[in-house]
């Protein structure tokens, strides 16, 4: 069973993570943010993960390091979930609408960390979270998962669905890159022999 549990305690968080690769998009969710609350359940539902997560930070101060710090045992847990990676598809993008917004995304799990973000947010903050956290968490992501992740916003000029349209994409995105791709079960998806 591709699962993964994380437990990480910092001066700052105290963080606890459980994924479920090849689950129904069950989520419970509970960082001490609303909005990020939110975001984490539409990731899982759409990438048909079973996801939990409490988180108890320093909110007091801002969400810069329950964001940043959830992010990275997000990536431990998909990494740890993976193993050797045998089987998986190893890529995925998708085009997503969100209202007015229009999100790209694409990943390749390449044992690489790569980000490229691409976005005009409009406003500095959704409700009370900053929205360049959103970079901060997909940088945290990204760089203990190992992956060449893609984000851009093509079109939108509502913050709030320009973000809700960036982790629905991450979620189609990466629930397609982590799928078992049947023909190839067993092999490692690279010509290297190793991911």
Do not use: W
Not at 3 to 10: A, D, L, N, V
Not at 21 to 42: A, P, Q, R, V
């Amino acid at each position: 069973m591709r699962k993964s549990e994380i437990t990480r305690k910092t001066a700052e968080t105290d963080i606890k993570l459980s994924l479920l690769l090849d689950g129904k998009g069950n989520s419970e969710i509970d960082t001490g943010c609303g909005f990020l609350d939110h975001m984490l359940t539409l990731f899982a539902k759409h990438g048909g993960f079973d996801l939990k997560v409490t988180c108890r930070g320093d909110v007091n101060v801002d969400y810069h390091h329950t964001a940043e710090d959830i992010g990275i045992c997000l990536g431990k847990a998909f990494s740890e979930a993976l193993g050797d990676c045998k089987g998986i598809y190893r890529y995925g993008d998708i085009i997503l609408p969100m209202d007015e917004a229009l999100i790209m995304c694409a990943v390749d799990i390449c044992g690489r960390d790569t980000l490229v973000y691409r976005a005009e947010i409009p406003s500095s903050k959704v409700g009370d979270f900053d929205t360049e956290l959103v970079e901060e968490f997909l940088l945290a992501l990204v760089r203990t998962m190992k992956i060449s992740l893609h984000v851009r916003q093509l079109e939108g000029r509502n913050s709030h669905h320009i973000i809700e349209g960036m982790f629905k994409a991450l979620g189609r995105t990466l629930g397609k890159a982590v799928a078992i791709d049947e023909k190839r079960a067993g092999e490692i998806p690279s010509t290297k022999g190793v991911i």
